[in-house]
């Protein structure tokens, strides 16, 4: 589902998965489904697939937004390029990081593993998020404000 074309990682990497299997997109940029799926739509329409490309725009440290995140809570496995920390939060064993790997086949051969045994699909899937199961709790909106309230009186 994306719609800004200038992630050329992004663009290559779907290119040269569709070779192995089709992949749908659902955004404004790499359609092929005849329609842009819809917000409202998305949760319903992602939750049909295995895996959901989940790159970011760049590759930054610590920037992570909503992708993999929504994808995880979709029952997909994240297939994740972006920020070369997401692993000191999200617990690697739920998602694929492009940054483990050499290139794009040695990540789309490990998709191709998981694609065809469904145990290792089914175990990803029932993984936890993130690497520390108190993270919410830890970090919830008392956590931000309080430390906004620090910041503001300092």
Request: charged letters at 25%.
């Amino acid at each position: 589902m994306v719609s800004n074309p200038n992630c050329e990682f992004r663009n290559k990497f779907f290119k040269y998965l569709s070779l192995y299997k089709n992949v749908d997109s659902g955004g404004k940029h790499l359609n092929n489904i005849g329609k842009i799926i819809n917000p409202y739509e998305t949760k319903k329409w992602c939750s049909e697939y295995k895996f959901m490309i989940c790159f970011e725009n760049s590759s930054t440290k610590n920037y992570l937004t909503e992708k993999l995140i929504q994808a995880y809570t979709f029952q997909t496995i994240p297939i994740y390029w972006g920020d070369p920390n997401v692993e000191k939060i999200i617990n690697p064993e739920c998602f694929i990081n492009c940054h483990n790997y050499n290139n794009i086949f040695e990540v789309i051969d490990e998709i191709v593993k998981i694609d065809r045994d469904n145990s290792i699909y089914r175990k990803m899937t029932k993984q936890p998020l993130f690497k520390d199961i108190n993270f919410i709790k830890k970090y919830n909106m008392d956590y931000y404000v309080n430390k906004l309230n620090r910041f503001l009186k300092n």
